[in-house]
T-cell receptor
Framework: GQQLNQSPQSMFIQEGEDVSMNCTSSSIFNTWLWYKQDPGEGPVLLIALYKAGELTSNGRLTAQFGITRKDSFLNISASIPSDVGIYFCAGLTGANSKLTFGKGITLSVRP | DGGITQSPKYLFRKEGQNVTLSCEQNLNHDAMYWYRQDPGQGLRLIYYSHIVNDFQKGDIAEGYSVSREKKESFPLTVTSAQKNPTAFYLC????FGMGAVEQFFGPGTRLTVL
């Protein structure tokens, strides 16, 4: 089946640093979504990408839809303590709305 | 405010008992989903429904059942047949149709089976 790969499982950065995460697959996806999950809460949608090559920003977050349609990147600039959480990528291959999720990257920010 | 509610937040049950998790949305979304999340794992799809009175099995449906009698509600029953039911359960909803694929999640229910 389709799989989305996110690695490493955990990342540790200093407050104020930028961080980049990627999500890769051997399959082509038509839509990429990035979610953030705080401990004990449901994921919150950060950014949605619909076109290959698309670059979209949401505040300090920037995400890109890879040209090959097999990957996506999320960048967080000038990290702050509330950026701590699990970041999931999700992809959609068709119009049936069944998303494939990566396993997530746990981000820790040291003050 | 529009959103998705799940209740209760924490649920404890004895082994062998069925338990039903509630999910309600007032976003007027057509589609609703149930996911299971285990530590270090991504979200795994249990069941989904694109329209009232219709639902489909996801990737890990064994030991679970659902109903979709109303557009706003999609309860999940964890039956005694589910071998490892302790997990964090997430409900989501979306507009169903081309060009609208974002899923919005509820706050989750943590089920612990003793």
């Amino acid at each position: 089946g389709q799989q989305l790969n996110q690695s490493p499982q955990s990342m540790f950065i200093q407050e104020g640093e930028d961080v980049s995460m990627n999500c890769t697959s051997s399959s082509i996806f038509n839509t990429w979504l990035w979610y953030k999950q705080d401990p004990g809460e449901g994921p919150v949608l950060l950014i949605a990408l619909y076109k290959a090559g698309e670059l979209t920003s949401n505040g300090r977050l920037t995400a890109q839809f890879g040209i090959t349609r097999k990957d996506s990147f999320l960048n967080i600039s000038a990290s702050i303590p509330s950026d701590v959480g699990i970041y999931f990528c999700a992809g959609l291959t068709g119009a049936n709305s069944k998303l494939t999720f990566g396993k997530g990257i746990t981000l820790s920010v040291r003050p | 405010d529009g959103g998705i509610t799940q209740s209760p937040k924490y649920l404890f049950r004895k082994e062998g008992q069925n338990v039903t998790l509630s999910c309600e949305q007032n976003l007027n979304h057509d589609a609703m989903y149930w996911y299971r999340q285990d530590p270090g794992q991504g979200l795994r799809l249990i069941y989904y429904s694109h329209i009232v009175n219709d639902f489909q099995k996801g990737d890990i449906a064994e030991g679970y059942s659902v109903s979709r009698e109303k557009k706003e509600s999609f309860p999940l029953t964890v039956t005694s047949a589910q071998k490892n039911p302790t997990a964090f359960y997430l409900c989501a909803s979306s507009i169903f149709g081309m060009g609208a694929v974002e899923q919005f999640f509820g706050p989750g229910t943590r089920l612990t089976v003793l």
